[in-house]
């Protein structure tokens, strides 16, 4: 089982910044394949970014080049910088995870709300 708790979220103006933490409690952390996801109102849950085991990367057209995923495997914590925020950006955020790039995504966290607006 793996629990996932995500942190971070919160209110910021246009083009500014935040950083989201999704830490989780399993010591096998290093093997699970961890994606970002988010969801406005009325819209779908979207994958955001992700990011393998072996830290290979992944981004929606979106979010590139604004947006970077990490992973710290010795803190079993992974986190999405967000640049240049925009309104659109506005959602919730959630992590994800996996034990392996083709298996379903099983694992998640309650959400962090991300608001961007002026």
């Known amino acids: 089982q793996v629990q996932l708790v995500e942190s971070g979220g919160g209110l910021v103006q246009p083009g500014g910044s935040l950083r989201l933490s999704c830490a989780a409690s399993?010591?096998?952390?290093?093997?699970?394949?961890v994606g970002w996801f988010r969801q406005a109102p009325g819209n779908q849950r979207e994958l955001v970014a992700d990011?393998?085991?072996?830290?290979?990367?992944n981004y929606a057209d979106s979010v590139k080049g604004r947006f970077t995923i990490s992973r710290d495997n010795a803190k079993s914590t992974v986190y999405l910088q967000m640049n240049s925020l925009k309104p659109e950006d506005t959602a919730v955020y959630y992590c994800?995870?996996?034990?392996?790039?083709?298996?379903?995504?099983?694992?998640w966290g309650q959400g962090t709300e991300v608001t961007v607006s002026s």
């Open positions: 990011i393998t085991s072996r830290g290979s990367t």
């Open positions: 399993r010591t096998m952390f290093s093997i699970l394949h």
């Open positions: 994800g995870a996996k034990w392996g790039i083709i298996a379903s995504y099983n694992y």
